[in-house]
């Protein structure tokens, strides 16, 4: 789904909504979220987390939109949108939490955000060749 909406009065920008799985121990959670680009990690609410075992193996510091900075647990769970599934860094949220896919998420599983239609695209993965930089040809 895609919206236009306006940041801050003026800026349009668009708004992707995907529906995703998280797995962890063999079960899965189903959850609708949005896609936001500008975040690190995808995010899913603590229920959702303790519904399939995941639990925080480490904290990270993370800035919100408004500027305020929390700290969240961070597990790894495997994500499965479009029939594709690996394993990421999830940040558990609180129970109101609306979910969220970060860019994170979007490279692993190799998808990016078309700004125009607002839909996910596949797209390869990235190396930069370093010769010129290490001597090497890898």
Known sequence: MFQGI?????????????????????????????????????KIPRWAASKIGLQAMYKAEVMLGDGRTVTRGLAYGEVEMEGIRRLVPVAIGGDEEMPVIGYTTLEILGFKVNPVTGKLERTPAIELRCKHILGSNI
């Open 6 to 42: 306006f940041l801050n009065g003026w800026l349009p920008v668009g708004e992707t909504r995907v529906k995703f799985r998280v797995y962890s121990g063999g079960v899965f959670v189903e959850l609708e979220g949005l896609v936001d680009t500008g975040a690190t990690f995808t």
